[in-house]
């Protein structure tokens, strides 16, 4: 049973113009997408920069306003809410930023910058609050002495790290991680994923997890989305992207992987080359006459595409 519903979600920005700075177009940054989130399940969103995955998750997250649709979280709508501390839905749902160098305030300490939450959500004494600060340091695998140190005095990876004890301090029920590790090098990652997957077991946490890594998604998610232009192409399990896909768009994605293994390579390399005679003959089926991405249709269960009749014959 999911405990939260986001239902046709539009995020649209308008664009000023002209003398008198008016608004003369909108970016469709998020165009009517549709997602049901269950206990401790990961989702991926993947797609090309710019498609809208992180709109999609301060979106959810309340920094961005809503255009139109509505997100329901435990039976109650929360949509547009303002984030306020009472609100268990902004203690519940936390988010783990791209861009790691702004959001982190850097006139505060990382003492500081982690108990924000703890301050505003849980009723802690100063050495319990220190006691769980150390804690989630531990956690993420950086040392006490880090609490008096000011964010520029750390690297990339580090800040990333002190964002994700940030999202954890409250014991979330979904954290949205947008590129959470792609600022770190090979080795870190491979911790930060495996740590994310532990702490998930221990406390059924869900996970949206934004990532342009196809290798990261398909080692962490359950549930994967690939996004267009603030459209879903294609929905479904781990099993459905990757081994029958169906959208173009979502082949062409697949195909681009870089080719490590020796074994099969010639193969694969003709099947990169069929997908690219399609995309090339076909492409066209795929959208409507304005470009824009069909809405899903239904082909298992778990498993959606984007297409209309056309395309379903054509393909
Ligand atoms: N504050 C804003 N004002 C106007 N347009 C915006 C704003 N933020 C994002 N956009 C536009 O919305 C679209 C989606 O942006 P978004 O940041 O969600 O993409 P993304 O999929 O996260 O990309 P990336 O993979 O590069 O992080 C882009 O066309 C972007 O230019
Ligand atoms: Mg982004």
Same mark, same amino acid.
């Given at each position: 049973?999911?405990?939260?519903?986001?239902?046709?979600?539009?995020?649209?920005?308008?664009?000023?113009?002209g003398?008198f700075?008016?608004?003369?177009?909108?970016?469709?940054?998020?165009? $009517?997408?549709?997602?049901?989130?269950?206990? $401790?399940?990961?989702?991926?969103?993947? $797609?090309?920069?710019?498609? #809208?995955?992180?709109?999609?998750? +301060?979106s959810?997250?309340?920094?961005?306003?809503?255009?139109s #649709?509505?997100?329901?979280?435990?039976?109650?709508?929360?949509?547009?809410?303002?984030?306020?501390?009472?609100?268990?839905?902004?203690?519940?749902?936390?988010?783990?930023?791209?861009?790691?160098?702004?959001?982190?305030?850097?006139?505060?300490?990382?003492?500081?910058?982690?108990?924000?939450?703890?301050?505003?959500?849980?009723?802690?004494?100063? /050495?319990?609050?220190?006691?769980?600060?150390?804690e989630?340091?531990?956690?993420?695998?950086?040392?006490?002495?880090?609490?008096?140190?000011?964010?520029? /005095?750390?690297?990339? #990876?580090?800040?990333?790290?002190?964002?994700?004890?940030?999202?954890?301090?409250?014991?979330?029920? =979904?954290?949205?991680?947008?590129?959470?590790? @792609?600022?770190?090098?090979?080795?870190?990652?491979?911790?930060?994923?495996?740590? =994310?997957?532990?702490?998930?077991?221990?406390?059924?946490l869900?996970?949206?997890?934004?990532?342009?890594?196809?290798?990261?998604?398909?080692?962490?998610?359950?549930?994967?989305?690939?996004?267009?232009k603030?459209?879903?192409?294609? @929905?479904?399990?781990?099993?459905?992207?990757?081994?029958?896909?169906?959208?173009?768009?979502?082949?062409?994605?697949? @195909?681009?992987?870089?080719?490590?293994?020796?074994?099969?390579?010639?193969?694969? +390399?003709?099947?990169?080359?069929?997908?690219?005679s399609?995309?090339?003959?076909?492409?066209?089926?795929?959208?409507?006459?304005?470009?824009?991405?069909?809405?899903?249709?239904? =082909? @298992?269960?778990?498993?959606?595409?984007?297409?209309?009749?056309?395309?379903? #014959?054509?393909?």
């Open positions: 049973m999911s405990f939260m519903q986001i239902n046709d979600l539009h995020v649209h920005y308008p664009i000023r113009g003398f700075n008016t608004i003369i177009d909108r970016v469709h940054a998020v165009d $009517g997408i549709n997602m049901e989130i269950e206990k $401790g399940k990961t989702y991926g969103l993947v $797609g090309e920069s710019g498609c #809208g995955k992180s709109t999609t998750g +301060k959810i997250i309340g920094l961005e306003k809503i255009t #649709g509505s997100i329901i979280y435990e039976g109650k709508d929360v949509t547009n809410k303002q984030r306020n501390k009472s609100s268990s839905y902004n203690r519940d749902i936390q988010m783990i930023f791209q861009d790691v160098h702004s959001s982190l305030n850097p006139r505060k300490r990382v003492r500081d910058i982690i108990a924000e939450p703890i301050r505003n959500f849980l009723n802690l004494t100063p /050495e319990e609050e220190n006691r769980r600060i150390n989630l340091l531990a956690i993420v695998g950086m040392s006490e002495d880090a609490k008096l140190k000011y964010p520029h /005095e750390f690297s990339g #990876g580090q800040k990333q790290r002190i964002g994700i004890a940030r999202a954890i301090a409250c014991d979330p029920k =979904l954290i949205i991680c947008d590129e959470p590790v @792609s600022a770190l090098d090979l080795s870190v990652q491979a911790q930060v994923l495996n740590f =994310l997957k532990e702490i998930q077991q221990e406390y059924g869900s996970y949206l997890f934004i990532s342009h890594d196809l290798g990261v998604v398909k080692h962490m998610c359950d549930h994967i989305s690939i996004m267009y603030g459209r879903f192409v294609e @929905s479904g399990t781990r099993n459905d992207i990757y081994t029958n896909p169906q959208h173009i768009y979502t082949k062409r994605l697949l @195909s681009s992987i870089p080719d490590i293994n020796p074994i099969g390579r010639e193969d694969r +390399k003709v099947q990169r080359m069929q997908v690219e399609d995309y090339m003959t076909n492409h066209k089926i795929y959208y409507d006459e304005t470009g824009k991405v069909f809405d899903l249709m239904k =082909l @298992s269960d778990s498993h959606y595409v984007a297409m209309n009749a056309n395309t379903k #014959g054509g393909s």
